[in-house]
């Protein structure tokens, strides 16, 4: 027997914890029977359903999408825009000398430059903050408008048809063939050399064989070791398959992921130096401004002239045009960013992009080149071993499933195939697919 290994080191993390409780047992549960029996569990047929009835279960079950990030309403983000700890400052100082300006006519003429340039100054950054990013959700919401994802699904009494992936309910039959992508959480009842790229939930590079037998055992399995089910997300190497959709929607093992995720952003480095500058700010004005206005007021008598003279020190101690100038600089950055066809949708990641020191990236070899070259072959002691290229290349040669990028590489060695004289004087017995318990795939010979 000839094995070839491989690692998995994030499938430990991926677990049904994140699931709907209910969820895990219907995956177990459809998994566990067999073709009739999962049909009837799910109120469906082999011939799908018809439309009335989707019509219905999208009433119950919702529309088939995962929760995600959706940009706010215009009115929202230009609120948000006034969110900035210095603005809350400008907008004290300015009710403050409107205030005084107003109910104290008995100083003499009354004066409304100090809450004009302030107002001035608020407006002008939070304007240039809402423009800058109203524009870039308005392009990425555009961007995602463009993507339409179908799915080839049999209607009862219509055929075959091709829809949307969000109009699919539980119960639907779907086809699926190399290089479509799983619309929901699927049992299959029919396929052929299925293999199926679980990556992007797993971590697992190499690609999954799924088939249409029921698994007995089903409920002592987690959901992602089930290998008659698909997963939402996931997407298919090569064959083909029938599948019934079970989960949709939120209900999905990938929209459980996507429920954990979603939510309020966490603060940027800059987000949190502005508030460390703005709170000290706001400590000096709560130390400085009161002892002022009573030394003034008790030295000179004067509460009024004290009061107007404490206000123009708070003024004096707040940088009324950094909001102004930070703003303006971020919108330099963002401008900047999308002559290079990018998209920055919130100001404040500018400084964060800007502040990186090592940018680290991810299976560059596989977005370069596609390709992996064998330099060596050893065996266990880390010595170079002949027998290691012997078997290796048996079992690459002689395996019927997907051929990944080491098979490859070790197939460019074509010496070998004469000199070893692979079918000739060797006879393929069997084969065991690579699954997750194993974590290997194997060949009799």
């Not at 959706?70 to 403050?96: G, R």
């Not at 992007?200 to 698994?215: H, Q, S």
């Not at 266990?380 to 048996?394: N, S």
Request: hydrophobic share 45%; charged share 20%; glycine share 6%.
């Amino acid at each position: 027997m000839n094995n070839k290994t491989t690692r998995n080191p994030l499938h430990n993390m991926i677990s049904s914890n994140g699931m709907n409780l209910g969820t895990v047992t219907k995956l177990q549960g459809v998994a566990s029977q067999d073709e009739k029996l999962a049909c009837a569990m799910l109120e469906t047929s082999r011939e799908g359903i018809t439309y009335e009835m989707a019509a219905e279960r999208q009433q119950k079950f919702g529309l088939n999408e995962v929760k995600h990030q959706k940009a706010p309403k215009w009115y929202v983000q230009l609120l948000k825009s006034f969110a900035n700890p210095f603005i809350y400052i400008l907008l004290l100082i300015a009710t403050v000398s409107f205030i005084i300006d107003v109910g104290l006519p008995e100083v003499g003429e009354r004066d409304y430059k100090t809450v004009v340039v302030v107002s001035i100054m608020i407006l002008v950054s939070a304007l240039l903050r809402f423009v800058q990013e109203y524009r870039s959700n308005a392009a990425a919401e555009k961007l995602k408008s463009m993507v339409k994802t179908t799915a080839t699904v049999l209607r009862k009494f219509k055929g075959k048809r091709e829809i949307p992936i969000v109009e699919l309910v539980p119960g639907d039959v779907v086809y699926l063939s190399a290089g479509d992508m799983i619309p929901a959480d699927c049992r299959i009842i029919q396929s052929k050399d299925l293999f199926v790229s679980e990556s992007m939930l797993t971590g697992e590079a190499l690609p999954v064989e799924k088939n249409y037998l029921p698994i007995r055992d089903a409920g002592n399995k987690s959901p992602i070791e089930l290998c008659n089910i698909c997963f939402m997300g996931t997407n298919v190497v090569s064959g083909s398959a029938t599948a019934l959709i079970v989960t949709t929607g939120s209900y999905t093992y990938f929209g459980s992921i996507s429920k954990s995720i979603t939510g309020e952003r966490p603060e940027t480095s800059f987000d949190k130096g502005i508030n460390k500058v703005s709170f000290l700010l706001i400590r000096f004005m709560l130390v400085m401004v009161p002892l002022i206005f009573l030394i003034n007021g008790l030295m000179k008598g004067n509460w009024t002239e004290a009061l107007l003279f404490a206000i123009a020190v708070a003024v004096g101690l707040t940088p009324e045009m950094l909001p102004m100038i930070v703003t303006a600089n971020l919108a330099k950055g963002a401008v900047n960013m999308s002559k290079r066809k990018v998209i920055v949708k919130r100001l404040n990641s500018i400084q964060n992009i800007g502040a990186m020191d090592i940018l680290c990236t991810d299976k560059t070899g596989t977005l370069t080149l596609d390709k992996i070259v064998m330099e060596k072959h050893l065996n266990v002691y880390g010595v170079e071993d002949d027998e290691v290229l012997k078997w290796a290349y048996l079992n690459s040669f002689h395996q019927t499933g997907l051929k990944n990028l080491m098979d490859k590489a070790v197939l460019e060695h074509v010496e070998l195939h004469d000199y070893l004289k692979v079918e000739d004087q060797y006879l393929k017995i069997d084969e065991i697919p690579f699954d997750f318990q194993r974590r290997r795939m194997s060949v009799v010979l």
